[in-house]
T-cell receptor, first 111, second 115 residues
């Protein structure tokens, strides 16, 4: 039973355009959502997060949107850069408890 | 990933052999986690610890044991390795100030192959 789902295994975007990565969840107890970025042969690194009491959080080129009624969140990267090419994991937690991860989306930004 | 060190980084085992992965942190945090990453499945929680001397099961604990004898170290053991345990293992540490968010710092990973 996957509580966090990333239905797109991969995404290819042209440099300078917007990248939109999507994530769906099923557990209504989740109150915090995070995006992690992972390069090959490295550990995941935290990118951006959002609390369930908000619907948007921005950090530079990265924006996360949360739609609680649809149990859906998305990560927007604008403008996309070749260095953004990586695997992006969506994750969620309930009351600071264990993180539950999605399967990941491979983003390729073409120059 | 500074502050979270995993050893070894690579290991090849034969079926039935045993081994231990070590996660060491220099940040004095309470919460530590072991995840495994497999293609198409993301990161799945194996075991975790909320403090020295305590451990708990995660989503996929079978075939693994853990110990947290010292606060800085979290050990993951495979008593009798199986090919299904071929994976990349990540240790995560939860900073105290992030206790309400689940924001983890991860080590660089340990790639284990069981033949």
């Amino acid at each position: 039973d996957q509580q966090v789902k990333q239905n797109s295994p991969s995404l290819s975007v042209q440099e300078g355009r917007i990248s939109i990565l999507n994530c769906d969840y099923t557990n209504s107890m989740f109150d915090y959502f995070l995006w992690y970025k992972k390069y090959p042969a490295e550990g995941p690194t935290f990118l951006i997060s959002i609390s369930s009491i908000k619907d948007k959080n921005e950090d530079g080129r990265f924006t996360v949107f949360l739609n609680k009624s649809a149990k859906h969140l998305s990560l927007h990267i604008v403008p996309s850069q070749p260095g953004d090419s990586a695997v992006y994991f969506c994750a969620a937690s309930a009351y600071g408890n264990k993180l539950v991860f999605g399967a990941g989306t491979i983003l390729r930004v073409k120059s | 990933n500074a502050g979270v060190t995993q050893t070894p980084k690579f290991r090849v085992l034969k079926t039935g052999q045993s081994m231990t992965l070590l996660c060491a942190q220099d940040m004095n945090h309470e919460y530590m986690y072991w995840y495994r990453q497999d293609p198409g499945m993301g990161l799945r929680l194996i075991h975790y610890s909320v403090g020295e001397g305590t451990t708990a099961k995660g989503e996929v604990p079978d075939g693994y044991n853990v110990s947290r004898l010292k606060k800085q170290n979290f050990l993951l053991g495979l008593e009798s390795a199986a090919p299904s345990q071929t994976s990349v293992y990540f240790c995560g540490v939860l900073p105290t100030q992030g206790a309400n968010t689940g924001e983890l710092f991860f080590g660089e990973g340990s790639r284990l192959t069981v033949l």
